[in-house]
């Protein structure tokens, strides 16, 4: 009898010491977070992706870098923490761009990007191959053209504004001209350094174009007003790839959650770091259903009526 309360007593003690070993090894795992360039995506981004870690990983540590001055500074802080830290989640499309020219020794986790695999940072995005797996923003262009024909059905010709040497502009061109070529739209474009050039621009071809698209980059997003004034003259609808134009005055658009891809990246890094899982089995994951942002003042002023059905999914902003 006193062999087998020894017994128990020994299992006891046994579990006890592997369910301390097992929350040591959660607490002491370490990431940074970290971008470079302001940009309001990432913050979102970030939002979602702590309230999420705050219920799957609450006591995993968390130092956080925002807005670093240029991608120099950045590569330099990747250097040191992959010495020190148990991973790394690094946001923005130039991120990826940088990651692609590495080969990280621990596990990196990307978003607030567009497709890696165009920034050639992630070749098999169901299966990733290295240590780099995330989110990306990225929302298929043939979804985004499905929309925009049951809002515009008459669009015979786009132009697309989108800004000049931003790592994710020319996917946004690429995948905006394929489906103006499959679909028989005339297809233009303004690429733009500076708000100057990207007003010129529209300006240039707003008499000519039934609808202008505005790309998820930051000159883009951060001049919605004054692409609006020009539209605003000749009555051109502005459709978006991202939320913050709908918001300000563009009559529609389509976009992934940034919040919800926080909360998918959170279980990325969890499953990776504190629950073991390969990087190869953590898929870059997208937003499996992107919002519909409609901007009901815009639509009246521009006399449009759009279908029931699209209305009812989306959000409205008045």
Excluded at 12 to 21: H, K, Q
Excluded at 182 to 206: C, F, T
Excluded at 246 to 272: F, I, N, Q, T
Aim: charge should be positive; hydrophobic fraction near 45%.
């Amino acid at each position: 009898m006193k062999k087998l309360a020894w017994f128990l007593v020994a299992i006891v003690v046994f579990a006890g010491v592997l369910g301390t070993s097992g929350e040591t090894v959660a607490a002491e795992k370490r990431i940074v977070l970290m971008w470079a360039g302001k940009s309001a995506m990432p913050r979102k981004v970030m939002m979602g992706f702590r309230a999420r870690l705050r219920e799957l990983g609450p006591d995993m540590q968390v130092k956080t870098h925002m807005d670093l001055k240029d991608m120099k500074e950045a590569e330099r802080l990747f250097r040191d923490y992959e010495q020190t830290m148990d991973g790394i989640v690094f946001l923005r499309s130039n991120a990826c761009e940088l990651l692609a020219h590495t080969n990280p020794k621990i596990p990196c986790f990307i978003g607030g990007c567009n497709n890696p695999q165009d920034l050639g940072c992630v070749q098999n995005l169901a299966a990733p191959e290295g240590k780099i797996t995330g989110v990306t923003y990225f929302v298929p262009y043939d979804k985004r053209f499905q929309l925009i024909k049951e809002l515009f059905p008459n669009v015979k010709s786009v132009a697309l504004l989108a800004e000049k040497g931003h790592p994710a502009a020319k996917i946004d061109q690429d995948g905006t001209r394929e489906q103006c070529a499959r679909l028989g739209i005339k297809y233009q474009e303004v690429l733009a350094s500076n708000v100057k050039e990207l007003v010129e621009g529209a300006e240039r071809l707003a008499e000519g174009v039934d609808l202008f698209i505005t790309a998820s980059n930051k000159v883009v997003m951060d001049n919605t007003t004054s692409l609006l004034a020009v539209c605003n003259k000749t009555k051109t609808p502005m459709f978006a790839y991202s939320h913050a134009p709908v918001k300000r005055g563009a009559v529609a658009g389509m976009a992934a959650r940034d919040d919800y891809l926080g909360r998918l990246l959170a279980e990325s890094v969890v499953d990776v770091l504190i629950n073991g899982k390969p990087v190869s089995q953590v898929p870059v994951k997208t937003d499996p259903d992107p919002e519909i942002g409609i901007n009901e003042a815009a639509m009246k002023s521009l006399g449009l009526t759009f279908p029931p059905a699209v209305m009812a999914k989306a959000k409205i902003y008045k």
